[in-house]
Protein backbone atom coordinates (compact mmCIF):
# COMPACT_ATOMS: atom_id res chain seq x y z
CA UNK A 1 0.00 0.00 0.00
CA UNK A 2 2.96 2.27 -0.68
CA UNK A 3 4.98 3.24 -3.82
CA UNK A 4 5.48 -0.04 -5.80
CA UNK A 5 9.06 0.18 -5.89
CA UNK A 6 9.35 4.05 -6.16
CA UNK A 7 6.34 4.44 -8.83
CA UNK A 8 7.33 1.82 -12.09
CA UNK A 9 5.14 -1.44 -11.16
CA UNK A 10 1.86 0.04 -12.50
CA UNK A 11 0.62 -4.05 -13.32
CA UNK A 12 2.33 -4.92 -9.97
CA UNK A 13 5.10 -6.66 -8.69
CA UNK A 14 6.79 -9.46 -10.98
CA UNK A 15 4.35 -9.24 -13.68
CA UNK A 16 4.25 -12.54 -15.67
CA UNK A 17 3.47 -11.30 -18.73
CA UNK A 18 6.30 -8.54 -18.57
CA UNK A 19 8.60 -10.63 -16.86
CA UNK A 20 8.41 -13.73 -19.18
CA UNK A 21 9.29 -11.11 -21.81
CA UNK A 22 11.99 -9.85 -20.65
CA UNK A 23 13.60 -13.84 -19.38
CA UNK A 24 13.35 -14.62 -23.23
CA UNK A 25 15.31 -11.70 -24.05
CA UNK A 26 17.74 -12.65 -21.52
CA UNK A 27 17.77 -15.52 -22.79
CA UNK A 28 18.49 -15.01 -26.35
CA UNK A 29 20.75 -12.48 -25.15
CA UNK A 30 20.24 -9.20 -23.78
CA UNK A 31 22.95 -7.37 -24.98
CA UNK A 32 24.29 -6.62 -28.49
CA UNK A 33 26.68 -4.66 -31.07
CA UNK A 34 23.93 -3.12 -32.81
CA UNK A 35 20.50 -1.60 -31.95
CA UNK A 36 17.09 -4.11 -31.12
CA UNK A 37 14.33 -3.93 -33.19
CA UNK A 38 12.25 -3.44 -29.94
CA UNK A 39 14.04 -0.34 -29.76
CA UNK A 40 12.86 0.75 -33.07
CA UNK A 41 9.13 -0.59 -31.96
CA UNK A 42 8.93 1.18 -28.71
CA UNK A 43 10.00 4.29 -30.40
CA UNK A 44 6.67 4.08 -33.19
CA UNK A 45 5.20 2.99 -30.26
CA UNK A 46 5.41 5.76 -28.43
CA UNK A 47 5.00 8.31 -31.10
CA UNK A 48 1.62 6.92 -32.32
CA UNK A 49 0.40 7.50 -29.09
CA UNK A 50 1.40 11.25 -29.01
CA UNK A 51 0.17 12.47 -32.41
CA UNK A 52 2.49 15.52 -31.96
CA UNK A 53 5.89 13.65 -31.39
CA UNK A 54 8.24 12.04 -34.39
CA UNK A 55 10.79 10.67 -32.48
CA UNK A 56 12.46 9.09 -29.29
CA UNK A 57 15.60 8.96 -27.63
CA UNK A 58 15.99 6.34 -25.06
CA UNK A 59 17.49 6.05 -21.13
CA UNK A 60 17.42 4.52 -17.74
CA UNK A 61 17.09 6.11 -15.84
CA UNK A 62 13.95 9.43 -15.46
CA UNK A 63 17.07 12.41 -14.05
CA UNK A 64 18.73 11.28 -17.00
CA UNK A 65 16.07 11.05 -19.96
CA UNK A 66 15.74 14.74 -18.45
CA UNK A 67 18.78 16.05 -19.06
CA UNK A 68 19.04 14.45 -22.20
CA UNK A 69 15.79 16.77 -22.65
CA UNK A 70 17.40 19.63 -21.58
CA UNK A 71 20.51 19.20 -23.61
CA UNK A 72 18.06 18.34 -26.75
CA UNK A 73 16.61 21.61 -26.35
CA UNK A 74 19.59 23.81 -25.59
CA UNK A 75 21.30 22.53 -28.23
CA UNK A 76 18.09 22.53 -30.56
CA UNK A 77 17.73 26.49 -29.67
CA UNK A 78 21.50 27.00 -29.08
CA UNK A 79 20.33 29.01 -25.85
CA UNK A 80 21.19 28.43 -22.09
CA UNK A 81 18.67 28.66 -19.35
CA UNK A 82 16.06 26.62 -18.01
CA UNK A 83 12.98 27.94 -16.26
CA UNK A 84 10.84 24.88 -14.06
CA UNK A 85 8.78 23.83 -11.90
CA UNK A 86 9.14 20.97 -9.18
CA UNK A 87 11.47 18.32 -9.18
CA UNK A 88 13.60 16.67 -12.04
CA UNK A 89 16.23 14.18 -10.80
CA UNK A 90 19.81 14.67 -9.69
CA UNK A 91 22.03 16.31 -12.16
CA UNK A 92 23.85 19.28 -12.27
CA UNK A 93 21.29 21.33 -14.33
CA UNK A 94 18.79 20.98 -11.92
CA UNK A 95 20.65 21.42 -8.91
CA UNK A 96 22.59 24.01 -10.11
CA UNK A 97 19.09 25.96 -9.58
CA UNK A 98 20.17 26.09 -5.66
CA UNK A 99 23.33 27.85 -6.11
CA UNK A 100 22.70 31.64 -4.51
CA UNK A 101 19.03 30.92 -4.08
CA UNK A 102 18.24 28.29 -1.95
CA UNK A 103 15.16 27.49 -4.26
CA UNK A 104 14.90 24.03 -4.10
CA UNK A 105 14.04 24.72 0.16
CA UNK A 106 10.53 24.70 -2.46
CA UNK A 107 10.87 22.56 -5.15
CA UNK A 108 12.68 19.54 -3.08
CA UNK A 109 14.05 19.38 0.70
CA UNK A 110 14.71 21.98 3.28
CA UNK A 111 18.22 21.55 3.30
CA UNK A 112 18.95 19.84 -0.39
CA UNK A 113 23.06 19.25 -0.48
CA UNK A 114 24.55 20.62 -3.88
CA UNK A 115 28.44 20.18 -2.81
CA UNK A 116 30.10 18.88 -5.95
CA UNK A 117 27.78 21.27 -8.71
CA UNK A 118 30.03 23.36 -9.89
CA UNK A 119 29.53 27.33 -8.88
CA UNK A 120 30.10 28.33 -12.48
CA UNK A 121 26.19 26.86 -13.04
CA UNK A 122 24.52 29.47 -11.31
CA UNK A 123 21.62 31.16 -12.74
CA UNK A 124 21.45 28.94 -15.51
CA UNK A 125 18.07 27.26 -13.98
CA UNK A 126 15.39 29.27 -12.80
CA UNK A 127 12.53 28.08 -10.64
CA UNK A 128 8.89 29.45 -11.25
CA UNK A 129 6.28 28.98 -9.17
CA UNK A 130 3.32 26.39 -10.19
CA UNK A 131 0.07 28.14 -11.18
CA UNK A 132 1.63 31.72 -11.26
CA UNK A 133 1.70 32.24 -15.19
CA UNK A 134 3.53 35.91 -14.06
CA UNK A 135 5.91 33.86 -12.42
CA UNK A 136 7.21 32.56 -15.48
CA UNK A 137 6.63 35.58 -17.57
CA UNK A 138 8.95 37.44 -15.30
CA UNK A 139 12.14 34.62 -15.42
CA UNK A 140 11.57 34.93 -19.32
CA UNK A 141 11.71 38.65 -19.00
CA UNK A 142 14.32 38.70 -16.95
CA UNK A 143 16.28 36.62 -19.25
CA UNK A 144 15.37 37.53 -22.85
CA UNK A 145 16.29 35.85 -25.16
CA UNK A 146 17.54 32.86 -23.10
CA UNK A 147 15.54 30.33 -22.00
CA UNK A 148 16.27 27.26 -24.07
CA UNK A 149 13.50 25.48 -22.08
CA UNK A 150 10.21 25.07 -19.59
CA UNK A 151 10.74 22.85 -17.95
CA UNK A 152 7.37 21.15 -15.58
CA UNK A 153 5.20 18.44 -14.65
CA UNK A 154 1.42 18.71 -16.34
CA UNK A 155 0.43 18.70 -12.61
CA UNK A 156 1.29 16.47 -9.36
CA UNK A 157 -0.57 17.26 -6.27
CA UNK A 158 -2.25 20.46 -6.68
CA UNK A 159 -4.65 20.74 -10.43
CA UNK A 160 -3.45 23.28 -13.28
CA UNK A 161 -5.73 26.37 -12.25
CA UNK A 162 -8.13 27.63 -15.41
CA UNK A 163 -5.50 28.93 -18.30
CA UNK A 164 -2.26 27.88 -16.53
CA UNK A 165 -0.41 25.45 -18.95
CA UNK A 166 -2.72 26.83 -21.90
CA UNK A 167 -0.75 30.12 -20.72
CA UNK A 168 2.39 28.04 -20.42
CA UNK A 169 2.53 26.80 -24.37
CA UNK A 170 1.92 30.24 -25.47
CA UNK A 171 4.27 31.50 -23.78
CA UNK A 172 7.11 28.95 -25.21
CA UNK A 173 5.45 29.08 -28.51
CA UNK A 174 5.76 32.98 -28.43
CA UNK A 175 9.13 33.25 -27.08
CA UNK A 176 10.99 30.36 -29.27
CA UNK A 177 11.38 28.10 -25.86
CA UNK A 178 11.26 23.96 -26.28
CA UNK A 179 8.20 23.18 -23.74
CA UNK A 180 9.26 20.35 -21.61
CA UNK A 181 6.38 18.34 -20.12
CA UNK A 182 8.09 15.56 -17.38
CA UNK A 183 5.74 12.66 -17.25
CA UNK A 184 8.34 10.38 -15.38
CA UNK A 185 5.82 9.89 -12.87
CA UNK A 186 2.32 10.99 -14.20
CA UNK A 187 2.56 9.25 -17.48
CA UNK A 188 -0.32 6.54 -18.01
CA UNK A 189 -1.25 7.14 -14.44
CA UNK A 190 -4.77 8.53 -16.20
CA UNK A 191 -4.41 8.19 -19.54
CA UNK A 192 -2.67 5.69 -21.84
CA UNK A 193 0.47 7.52 -22.15
CA UNK A 194 0.94 11.48 -21.17
CA UNK A 195 -1.39 13.37 -18.65
CA UNK A 196 -1.00 16.19 -21.21
CA UNK A 197 -3.49 13.95 -23.69
CA UNK A 198 -5.98 14.67 -20.73
CA UNK A 199 -5.40 18.49 -20.74
CA UNK A 200 -4.89 18.16 -24.57
CA UNK A 201 -1.78 20.76 -24.13
CA UNK A 202 1.15 19.57 -26.51
CA UNK A 203 4.60 20.04 -24.85
CA UNK A 204 7.77 19.95 -28.04
CA UNK A 205 9.26 16.96 -25.39
CA UNK A 206 7.95 14.63 -23.59
CA UNK A 207 9.71 12.31 -20.83
CA UNK A 208 8.49 9.24 -19.54
CA UNK A 209 9.77 6.64 -16.96
CA UNK A 210 8.90 5.06 -13.93
CA UNK A 211 5.80 2.75 -15.12
CA UNK A 212 7.11 2.47 -18.98
CA UNK A 213 8.68 -0.93 -18.00
CA UNK A 214 6.86 -1.82 -14.94
CA UNK A 215 10.18 -2.11 -12.73
CA UNK A 216 12.76 -2.49 -16.38
CA UNK A 217 14.99 -0.25 -16.79
CA UNK A 218 13.62 2.07 -19.29
CA UNK A 219 12.77 5.75 -19.62
CA UNK A 220 12.08 7.81 -22.99
CA UNK A 221 12.50 11.28 -24.33
CA UNK A 222 9.42 11.46 -27.11
CA UNK A 223 9.54 14.99 -29.56
CA UNK A 224 8.97 16.60 -32.11
CA UNK A 225 11.31 16.09 -34.78
CA UNK A 226 12.67 19.68 -35.46
CA UNK A 227 13.59 19.81 -32.07
CA UNK A 228 14.94 16.19 -31.55
CA UNK A 229 17.37 17.01 -34.24
CA UNK A 230 19.18 18.81 -31.64
CA UNK A 231 20.61 15.34 -30.87
CA UNK A 232 22.70 15.47 -33.77
CA UNK A 233 24.56 18.58 -33.22
CA UNK A 234 25.74 17.33 -29.50
CA UNK A 235 26.85 13.99 -27.96
CA UNK A 236 24.45 11.92 -26.05
CA UNK A 237 25.52 8.07 -26.06
CA UNK A 238 25.71 5.69 -23.33
CA UNK A 239 26.81 1.51 -23.48
CA UNK A 240 23.44 0.58 -21.92
CA UNK A 241 20.67 2.79 -23.29
CA UNK A 242 20.63 0.12 -26.24
CA UNK A 243 20.28 -2.83 -23.88
CA UNK A 244 16.97 -4.89 -24.81
CA UNK A 245 15.40 -5.68 -21.73
CA UNK A 246 13.81 -2.33 -21.09
CA UNK A 247 12.78 -1.92 -24.53
CA UNK A 248 10.89 -5.85 -24.30
CA UNK A 249 9.86 -4.49 -20.93
CA UNK A 250 8.07 -1.49 -22.23
CA UNK A 251 6.37 -3.22 -25.63
CA UNK A 252 4.99 -5.59 -23.14
CA UNK A 253 3.95 -3.15 -20.52
CA UNK A 254 2.12 -1.14 -23.06
CA UNK A 255 0.60 -3.86 -24.26
CA UNK A 256 -0.82 -4.82 -21.10
CA UNK A 257 -1.68 -1.62 -20.35
CA UNK A 258 -3.75 -1.85 -23.10
CA UNK A 259 -5.52 -4.65 -22.91
CA UNK A 260 -6.39 -3.74 -19.27
CA UNK A 261 -6.98 0.02 -19.97
CA UNK A 262 -5.02 -0.09 -16.12
CA UNK A 263 -5.36 3.97 -16.91
CA UNK A 264 -9.07 3.36 -15.93
CA UNK A 265 -8.18 0.66 -13.82
CA UNK A 266 -5.70 2.41 -11.45
CA UNK A 267 -7.72 5.45 -11.32
CA UNK A 268 -10.23 3.62 -10.02
CA UNK A 269 -8.53 1.95 -6.92
CA UNK A 270 -6.96 5.05 -6.30
CA UNK A 271 -9.80 6.72 -5.90
CA UNK A 272 -11.63 4.11 -3.34
CA UNK A 273 -8.10 4.74 -1.14
CA UNK A 274 -8.64 8.61 -1.38
CA UNK A 275 -12.08 7.65 0.16
CA UNK A 276 -11.04 5.06 2.68
CA UNK A 277 -8.62 8.19 3.71
CA UNK A 278 -11.34 10.52 3.62
CA UNK A 279 -13.70 8.21 5.52
CA UNK A 280 -10.70 7.31 8.17
CA UNK A 281 -10.50 10.98 9.13
CA UNK A 282 -13.73 11.57 9.08
CA UNK A 283 -14.93 9.07 11.13
CA UNK A 284 -12.48 10.12 13.37
CA UNK A 285 -12.32 13.73 13.46
CA UNK A 286 -8.37 14.07 11.83
CA UNK A 287 -7.74 16.69 9.53
CA UNK A 288 -6.32 15.97 6.28
CA UNK A 289 -5.90 17.11 2.44
CA UNK A 290 -5.52 14.83 -0.25
CA UNK A 291 -3.70 14.79 -3.46
CA UNK A 292 -5.12 15.03 -6.76
CA UNK A 293 -4.56 12.14 -9.24
CA UNK A 294 -5.93 9.19 -8.07
CA UNK A 295 -3.46 6.88 -9.13
CA UNK A 296 -0.61 8.18 -7.22
CA UNK A 297 -2.37 9.80 -4.39
CA UNK A 298 -1.10 10.94 -1.15
CA UNK A 299 -2.22 13.06 1.82
CA UNK A 300 -1.29 15.81 4.41
CA UNK A 301 -1.74 15.30 7.92
CA UNK A 302 -3.18 19.47 8.16
CA UNK A 303 -1.62 19.15 11.48
CA UNK A 304 2.07 20.14 9.84
CA UNK A 305 3.89 20.27 13.23
CA UNK A 306 2.88 16.74 13.55
CA UNK A 307 2.38 15.32 10.35
CA UNK A 308 5.75 13.41 10.56
CA UNK A 309 4.97 11.88 13.67
CA UNK A 310 1.37 10.93 12.61
CA UNK A 311 3.68 9.45 8.98
CA UNK A 312 5.70 7.20 11.23
CA UNK A 313 3.46 6.08 13.11
CA UNK A 314 1.31 5.01 10.22
CA UNK A 315 3.88 3.09 8.43
CA UNK A 316 4.81 1.56 11.93
CA UNK A 317 1.28 0.05 13.06
CA UNK A 318 0.91 -0.79 9.37
CA UNK A 319 4.23 -2.99 9.42
CA UNK A 320 2.96 -4.96 11.88
CA UNK A 321 -0.02 -6.26 10.19
CA UNK A 322 3.28 -6.79 6.74
CA UNK A 323 2.06 -3.79 5.29
CA UNK A 324 4.32 -1.15 3.68
CA UNK A 325 2.26 2.01 3.71
CA UNK A 326 2.10 5.98 4.57
CA UNK A 327 0.82 8.66 3.26
CA UNK A 328 1.74 7.62 -0.59
CA UNK A 329 0.06 5.13 -2.74
CA UNK A 330 0.41 4.45 -6.29
CA UNK A 331 -1.79 2.16 -7.69
CA UNK A 332 -1.59 -1.18 -9.30
CA UNK A 333 -3.80 -2.89 -11.68
CA UNK A 334 -2.86 -5.93 -8.91
CA UNK A 335 -4.37 -4.07 -6.19
CA UNK A 336 -7.61 -6.67 -4.74
CA UNK A 337 -10.63 -5.44 -3.11
CA UNK A 338 -9.72 -7.57 -0.19
CA UNK A 339 -6.54 -5.75 0.59
CA UNK A 340 -8.19 -2.51 0.26
CA UNK A 341 -11.02 -3.60 2.71
CA UNK A 342 -8.24 -4.68 5.64
CA UNK A 343 -6.01 -1.58 5.01
CA UNK A 344 -9.12 0.46 5.43
CA UNK A 345 -9.75 -1.10 8.72
CA UNK A 346 -6.38 -0.71 9.85
CA UNK A 347 -6.22 3.01 8.59
CA UNK A 348 -9.32 4.03 10.74
CA UNK A 349 -7.73 2.48 13.82
CA UNK A 350 -4.64 4.42 13.36
CA UNK A 351 -6.86 7.75 12.91
CA UNK A 352 -8.50 6.55 16.09
CA UNK A 353 -5.16 6.76 18.06
CA UNK A 354 -4.13 9.50 16.30
CA UNK A 355 -6.93 12.05 17.13
CA UNK A 356 -6.63 10.82 21.02
CA UNK A 357 -3.52 12.06 20.33
CA UNK A 358 -4.04 15.08 19.24
CA UNK A 359 -6.52 15.63 21.90
CA UNK A 360 -3.80 14.86 24.02
CA UNK A 361 -4.89 11.77 25.92
CA UNK A 362 -1.97 10.07 25.39
CA UNK A 363 2.06 11.09 24.64
CA UNK A 364 4.10 10.92 21.68
CA UNK A 365 3.20 7.99 18.78
CA UNK A 366 6.77 6.86 17.95
CA UNK A 367 10.09 7.01 19.45
CA UNK A 368 12.40 9.99 19.14
CA UNK A 369 14.75 7.76 16.39
CA UNK A 370 11.82 6.80 14.38
CA UNK A 371 10.86 9.57 13.06
CA UNK A 372 10.42 9.52 8.93
CA UNK A 373 12.53 12.04 7.12
CA UNK A 374 10.40 14.82 5.22
CA UNK A 375 9.39 14.26 1.91
CA UNK A 376 9.49 15.96 -1.39
CA UNK A 377 8.30 19.05 -1.63
CA UNK A 378 7.75 19.77 -4.92
CA UNK A 379 5.79 22.49 -4.95
CA UNK A 380 3.99 21.35 -8.58
N1 LIG B 1 10.96 13.51 -12.68
C1 LIG B 1 9.93 13.26 -11.86
C2 LIG B 1 8.67 14.03 -12.05
C3 LIG B 1 10.02 12.31 -10.86
O1 LIG B 1 8.97 12.11 -10.03
C4 LIG B 1 11.22 11.59 -10.73
C5 LIG B 1 11.38 10.56 -9.68
O2 LIG B 1 10.73 10.55 -8.65
C6 LIG B 1 12.28 11.88 -11.60
C7 LIG B 1 12.12 12.84 -12.56
C8 LIG B 1 13.59 11.17 -11.48
O3 LIG B 1 13.52 9.89 -12.03
P1 LIG B 1 14.59 8.79 -11.60
O4 LIG B 1 14.48 8.60 -10.13
O5 LIG B 1 14.20 7.57 -12.39
O6 LIG B 1 15.95 9.30 -12.01
Redesign the pocket.
Known sequence: MSIMG??PNILGYANETVDRKVIEAIQMGNMSTFNCPEEVELAEKLVSMHHWADMAKFAK??????SIAVRIARAATGKDKVAFC?????HDWYLSSDIGTGTLKEHLFEDTGIAGVPKALAGTSISFVWNDLDSLKAVIDNHKGEVAAVKM?VT?NILPAEGFLEGVRDLCTNNGIVLIF?????GFRETFGGLHLKYGINPDLA?F??ALGNGHAV?AVVGRKDVMEGCNSTFLSSTFWSERTGFVAGLATLKEMERLKSWDVITAIGEKVQTIWERAADSTGVSITTGVIPAISTFGFTNSERSSEYRSYMTKELLKHNIVGGNLFFASTAHADVSLKEYEGLVTEIFRTIKKRELGDIGQLVDDKEFAGTT?R?LN
Open positions: IGSGGEANGYHGWERDECTSVGKTFR
